[in-house]
Antibody, heavy 120, light 107 residues
Framework: DVQLVESGGGLVKRGGSLRVSCVASGFTFSLTTMNWVRQAPGKGLEWVSSISSGTNHIDYADSVKGRFTISRDNANNSLYLQMNTLRVDDTAVYYC?????????????WGQGTLVTVSS | EIVLTQSPGTLSLSPGERATLSCRASQGISTSYIAWYQHRPGQAPRLLIYGASSRGADIPDRFSGSGSGTDFTLTISRLEPEDSAVYYCQQYGNSPQSFGQGTKVEI
């Protein structure tokens, strides 16, 4: 099956750290730009970060720049998001998404998401 | 950054009716790099439409997209109960990409 499965969410205190992961299957992960998109409670979708297939191109939303680090392990079809200095407004469901071929910021496959809750 | 404004905020319709959702951009979108996503509660979002008017994989033909420049529309003909969801437009032609705030469709 073609799918993305996130894990690693949980409850963390403000200022803490957490790493969320995503395992891909059913497609050639190593050739695909991958992204993280989040949705805060009662809010819309917000793009967080992108990483190209060869990791030579990495982008972050201004809201997380300097605090979050995206990475990938192509040998194990895995995508990661290291989140440091977490804030209460980082509370959200974090979705792993696949960039479409030729259009990396069009998200043609989404995982079910993992919930990150930052307490004050 | 391009701001996308979706309207209406909520649409309440009956099965079999037609839904028309609007997405307006703060500046022109190059080459119609507009996508629409469906997000049902508790499920992963799903790509419905890309390139403003092309349907994603396995998307029924009840869903159609149109528009160009700054004004785009998602039409759902013959609504079915499973179409209850929040629908988001997205522009992916300019960096940073951006999403609209969503339209909730209640059936």
């Amino acid at each position: 099956d073609v799918q993305l499965v996130e894990s690693g969410g949980g409850l963390v205190k403000r200022g803490g750290s957490l790493r969320v992961s995503c395992v891909a299957s059913g497609f050639t992960f190593s050739l695909t730009t991958m992204n993280w998109v989040r949705q805060a409670p009662g809010k819309g979708l917000e793009w967080v970060s992108s990483i190209s297939s060869g990791t030579n191109h990495i982008d972050y939303a201004d809201s997380v720049k300097g605090r979050f680090t995206i990475s990938r392990d192509n040998a194990n079809n895995s995508l990661y998001l290291q989140m440091n200095t977490l804030r209460v407004d980082d509370t959200a469901v974090y979705y792993c998404t696949r960039g479409a071929r030729g259009y990396p910021r069009r998200f043609d496959l989404w995982g079910q998401g993992t919930l990150v809750t930052v307490s004050s | 950054e391009i701001v996308l404004t979706q309207s209406p905020g909520t649409l309440s319709l009956s099965p079999g009716e037609r839904a028309t959702l609007s997405c307006r951009a703060s500046q022109g979108i190059s080459t119609s790099y507009i996508a629409w996503y469906q997000h049902r509660p508790g499920q992963a979002p799903r790509l419905l439409i890309y390139g403003a008017s092309s349907r994603g994989a396995d998307i029924p033909d009840r869903f159609s997209g149109s528009g160009s420049g700054t004004d785009f529309t998602l039409t759902i003909s013959r609504l079915e109960p499973e179409d209850s969801a929040v629908y988001y437009c997205q522009q992916y032609g300019n960096s940073p990409q951006s999403f609209g705030q969503g339209t909730k469709v209640e059936i």
